[in-house]
């Protein structure tokens, strides 16, 4: 094998990752946000990625042109065996890194709080509260406002605030919506929160983030954004529904069962979802 084989190779390597990336790039929902939280996610990606590419980037650089100065054919360059220090490069690989360092550590710290998922978002539009269960394998979600319930399908107004509060009954899971935010965390007995809003009209994809066994690959659900007026009509609908919830039907629904289809429900029992986080807990008397 050549010695110019595998630089080659890996430089051709390269290309074709770079090519496939930005080629591929309108297929990746989560470089694509369609809510204020998710733009603003992409945007601390991206920065991120950007200051540490002015220690990545110098790098590869370097390790390619100084094996290449140095190769055993290039006899003009000069050999030193006794130099071990050279204060302007010292202070360079040590300064540089140090200052990205703390910009990193000064971005981090300031989104850490201003993302916080149980932060609500500033708005003039009160905010929706959903409750979200994770079950084997599906979402059920409630519209404890509105009456209503949905199995693998979840509507919400545009530019509203969405609170979604978050169990489950079933193994640990993660409940993501990419191009509105970030990911959280379904735990039985436990109660997490999420703060989401979609900035227009559109269909997004909601899924699993976290394996939770045979049906995972279909636990997805669909999210419509719409807006306030045509929101307020399907939920007023789907309160009429001939199809009710309550908790005996609720424990029928629960039993494993995977790629289930969009289903609607009117909640006859609005403590419902108290009752799914409370039958974890010690109690003296059953959930009924």
């Known amino acids: 094998m050549s010695k110019y084989t595998f630089p ?20 990746i929902v989560l470089l694509h946000p369609r809510g204020a ?19 990545v980037v110098p790098v590869f650089i370097l390790t390619f042109g100084i094996a290449w100065h140095y190769r055993a054919e290039n006899t003009r360059a000069r050999y030193l065996p006794n130099w071990d220090h050279n204060v302007m ?18 971005l981090t710290w300031r989104s850490t709080h201003q993302l916080d998922p149980y932060r609500a978002i500033d708005a003039s539009t009160p905010p929706l509260t959903i409750q979200v269960v ?5 979402w059920l979600f409630l519209y404890p406002a509105q009456g209503i319930a949905t199995v693998n399908y979840l509507e919400i107004p545009e530019h509203t605030p969405i609170d979604f509060e978050i169990t489950a ?16 965390m379904a735990m039985p007995g436990m109660v997490t929160h999420l703060h989401l809003i979609a900035d227009g009209p559109g269909t997004y994809l909601g899924l699993s983030s976290n394996f ?11 999210v419509q954004a719409t807006t306030t007026s045509a929101f307020t009509s399907w939920a007023t609908r789907t309160a009429h529904a001939t199809t009710t919830l309550d908790f005996p039907t609720y424990q029928a629904l629960a039993r494993p069962s995977a790629h289930n289809p969009p289903t609607f429900y009117a909640l006859s029992d609005i403590h419902l979802y108290t009752k799914i986080v409370m039958q974890f807990m010690a109690s003296s008397s059953p959930v009924r």
């Open 8 to 27: 080659l190779l890996m430089a051709i390597l390269a290309a074709i990752g770079a090519l496939a990336f930005f080629l591929g790039g309108n297929h």
């Open 134 to 138: 994770a079950l084997d394998w599906k």
């Open 37 to 55: 939280i998710a733009a603003r996610e992409l945007q601390l990606m991206e920065t991120a990625v950007q200051l540490m590419l002015l220690v």
């Open 212 to 222: 939770s066994g045979a049906g995972f690959a279909g636990m997805q659900f669909s």
């Open 169 to 184: 009954d079933a193994p640990m899971n993660g409940f993501w919506i990419p191009q509105l935010g970030g990911q959280i």
């Open 89 to 106: 490069e010292e202070a360079v690989w040590w300064i540089v890194p140090m200052i990205i360092i703390v910009v990193l550590a000064v």
